[in-house]
């Protein structure tokens, strides 16, 4: 949830918006303006100028993606699955309608294509329109790039034996999203993977949403021989931790050798893919635990 | 800086303590009642009850420890030196007066004595009164721990050539803490330090203090052969992601076997060890730019 005023800033204006992270954490950032402010048929959509994070995109009143850290974000989502595998050649993005995601595939020379299946063409539009630095492969519309507004669960359910590498860029397990937290469609999942392909989907903060975690680690782990979750600090998500978690039916990313990496990475680097991996004490207990 | 209200929660009265982390940032969590505001030589010091976080300790406004997260700071700032040391017998804290890092520090077997220099003795007795899980070995007066209420600027001035490791866990650079934060300091930190010996010092964000991180390096470089910066994850500062600096005049963390670890850790872990040190690319460019 998220309250803030939708005035456009002017002098002896102090604007602010506030995600409440969980009903007791709230984290506010004073804004300039209010850039865009709608309804899709899928969600609540917002776009804001603030003053610590730059422009920011806000679903549903979850602040998705900023210009400030988007980087760490869409880097660690993309190129840690893409320099696990050998020689990704055929990608698939479900979600991720910023193109902060399909940004960083794109860049992997091996990577012939990118197919991304976004439900909500509003998301896509709003941020090719306030969000340039962040979607500019759509807007570019890069030769790699295969944009299909519509449901990723229904593309997952027909796919087979097609792609190389996943991505599971989606919002909250709450409102459109909530269908891509299933075992189901892991399943599917599985099942448009090629024989040695991989998976990666964001899975929310392991300081907020353990239960959460814990599921999606053993529903993925039943169904793939290889299963990791791997973190990034994010200033703008809640507890500054997120994690990510990886089904991969051949390849370990401990076992493999850093493939090239693009230039003008911001976050990711070799010393980070290792890092990456490494798991503290609370949250190697969450993934071992039965109860 | 902080606001909140001095009201001890009841029905009906919603209460929310905010920190202001930047001019424009906030995070803001609700309290169930304010167990302690006061005023030492020193600062405004206060202990809420959150329901986030569970009991904080607030001084100058700012958020300096919660019983939800402190295992993290207090794991690191304190097992990374001293595993890094091969045998730490002799350990000076200076600040820390919450007691979580001496409670740590105590905790290694090598460890014989543990010089903790607070300048502030108020916090001392609030956190024993307010906080007993973290104060323990300051409740139960430890028989390593060697407690003095004074100037550790002081203290550091004085001692020479006398301790193993040396953790600086300190405030923010202004107010009381403003000190701890100069080469001059360093200097003695230095000569304090027995010719193998090694410091750490909580060194603030790498997202919001990054010219503060970089002068500081530059500082500790310019006296130890040795300098690391590592880093926690710690959802209660700013930006969720926390840099710490060791210098360090013979061992290198990288190098050391990891020494026996001590029982119990609920963040810190041989895996860990290695990935603190390992920098995003941002973090990296900090530190080596001329800028």
Redesign the interface.
Known sequence: MTSYTNIRGGIGVDL?I?EYQ?????????IKETLFSGKSEFQDIAVVD???FGRMLVLDGVFQTSVF?EY?YHEMIAHVPLCTHPEPKKVLVIGGGDGGTVREVVKHRSVNSVKMVEIDGLVVDVSKKFLPEISIALRENHPKLDLTIGDGIQHMHDAESEYDVIIVDCSDPIGPGEGLFTYQFYKDVYKALKPDGLFVQQTESP?YHQSLIKRLYKDISALFPITQVY?A???L?????HCFTMGSKKYRPQDEPVQEIPDG?????P??Y?????????I?KILVSNS
């Open positions: 602010w506030t969980t009903a007791d954490l709230g984290l506010s950032c004073r603030s003053h610590e850290d760490i300081f973190l600090s994010i200033p998500y809640p507890g500054g931790l990475m911001k976050y990711f680097n010393a980070v290792q890092a990456c991996l490494n798991l503290p004490e609370f190697q």
